[in-house]
């Protein structure tokens, strides 16, 4: 279903999609200078369309999946950005204060401040985005991130890890885990190609969240839309990338 999500364009198309992504990028550079975070909202705006497309069926958009896509992506680039940080200082996991966990299966799973900290740990984090969209939009029940922390934590390694927890009714058609296989090799060029400081990728992310929250608010309250969207980036934050890569056979992207 995604496989021609971002396919190539005619050369013809291309050259001016290259002289338009110039001006537009001249523009965005222009823009920074009065929002330093505008080509991460501008990034989000594409992701969001782009998956759209990729999603779209006779029927429409299943709007609880892309959340749960959006949500399963923001928490695998949780590890994905902490461990290229951790190489990119030369350090091991361990140094940077991320602790390995390797459960009764057999399975590895990363737990730490670190992801935390893109989780849910400043203004721009994911929770943050989230639970500000959820106030714009006039309710203050937000995802309880220490509660969902914790219930993650104790089924890791079990089959109930990932199942995001909420009403039936608005369960997403998929798994996270899945959304992790299929879609971050296909979204991670773009997102390295937008956003090369590592520290700022969970932000798009977040404000990719954000513009679905408000889009789907009839469909789905935005208290549940929030809870399903840290449901889902949660446990995909503690994967190990290169276990996931051997056990699923994807072909994701260390």
Not at 130 to 141: T, Y
Not at 192 to 215: D, S, W, Y
Request: with cysteine; aromatic share 6%; charged share 25%.
């Amino acid at each position: 279903m995604f496989g021609k999500m971002f396919g190539r364009k005619k050369d013809a198309v291309e050259d001016q999609g290259a002289q338009k992504a110039a001006l537009l990028d001249a523009a965005i550079e222009d823009a920074r200078s009065k929002d330093p975070v505008v080509h991460l909202k501008i990034g989000a705006e594409k992701l969001v369309q782009r998956l759209l497309d990729g999603i779209k069926t006779e029927r429409g958009v299943h709007v609880e999946s892309l959340l749960a896509i959006l949500g399963s992506l923001a928490g695998f680039c949780v590890i994905h950005s902490v461990l290229k940080q951790a190489a990119a200082l030369n350090r091991s996991s361990r140094e940077c204060g991320i602790v390995e966990v390797e459960t009764a299966d057999g399975s590895r799973y990363y737990l730490g401040d670190p992801a935390n900290h893109l989780l849910a740990g400043t203004d721009l984090s994911l929770w943050a985005l989230v639970a500000g969209m959820i106030n714009h939009l006039g309710s203050r029940e937000y995802p309880d991130f220490v509660e969902i922390s914790g219930y993650v934590a104790s089924t890791l390694g079990g089959s109930e890890f990932g199942q995001p927890r909420v009403p039936e009714q608005h369960k997403p058609s998929d798994l996270p885990i899945n959304y992790v296989r299929d879609l971050w090799p296909i979204v991670l060029p773009m997102i390295e190609q937008r956003v090369p400081v590592l520290q700022e990728r969970v932000t798009l992310f977040g404000f990719a969240v954000q513009n679905v929250i408000k889009m789907g608010k009839d469909v789905i309250p935005p208290a549940i839309a929030g809870r399903l969207v840290m449901e889902c980036a949660v446990p995909m934050a503690k994967l190990d990338p290169a276990e996931l890569r051997s056990r699923l056979g994807g072909a994701l992207a260390a």
